[in-house]
């Protein structure tokens, strides 16, 4: 399933192999953060996110729009990582990265302050 068919739109998504994990870039105007996480996760997945678990059931959706809506450098880089769907998440205001959580170390892996990407 590409991202086009989840109705969410994605700036970008890709695999980068040496980090096993999946990077995908919204825009903030467009797309909130939860919403970008579905569909990154529905994307690595290739399933409808309508299949998938809410992802209430592992944050706080709204919490986690408000905390990264209008985010700027001037309010430091903030990143919140959990888990999804069996998958070690970290989302700040325009990218989540995704890998499988039992490949990651803890739930996910810290390269240089963020997860491997």
Same mark, same amino acid.
């Given at each position: 399933?590409?991202? =086009?068919?989840?109705?969410?739109?994605?700036?970008?998504?890709?695999?980068?192999?040496?980090?096993?994990?999946? #990077?995908?870039?919204? $825009?903030?105007? %467009?797309?909130?953060?939860?919403?970008?996480?579905? +569909? *990154?996760?529905?994307?690595?997945? !290739?399933? !409808?996110?309508? %299949?998938? !678990?809410? #992802?209430?059931?592992?944050?706080? +959706?709204?919490?986690? @729009? %408000?905390?990264?809506?209008?985010?700027?450098?001037? $309010?430091?880089?903030?990143?919140?990582?959990?888990?999804?769907?069996?998958?070690?998440?970290?989302?700040? !205001? *325009?990218?989540?990265?995704?890998? =499988?959580?039992? @490949?990651? $170390?803890?739930?996910? =892996? %810290?390269?240089?302050?963020?997860?491997?990407?």
């Amino acid at each position: 399933m590409s991202t =086009r068919e989840t109705g969410i739109p994605l700036d970008s998504f890709s695999f980068r192999p040496e980090s096993e994990t999946y #990077l995908a870039r919204y $825009d903030e105007a %467009e797309t909130s953060a939860s919403m970008a996480v579905v +569909a *990154t996760v529905a994307a690595v997945l !290739d399933t !409808d996110p309508t %299949e998938m !678990d809410q #992802l209430y059931y592992s944050i706080d +959706a709204e919490a986690l @729009d %408000e905390l990264l809506a209008g985010s700027t450098a001037a $309010d430091g880089d903030v990143r919140v990582e959990f888990t999804f769907e069996g998958h070690a998440v970290a989302v700040t !205001d *325009t990218e989540v990265i995704a890998a =499988r959580a039992s @490949d990651a $170390d803890n739930g996910h =892996r %810290e390269t240089g302050g963020s997860m491997a990407a």
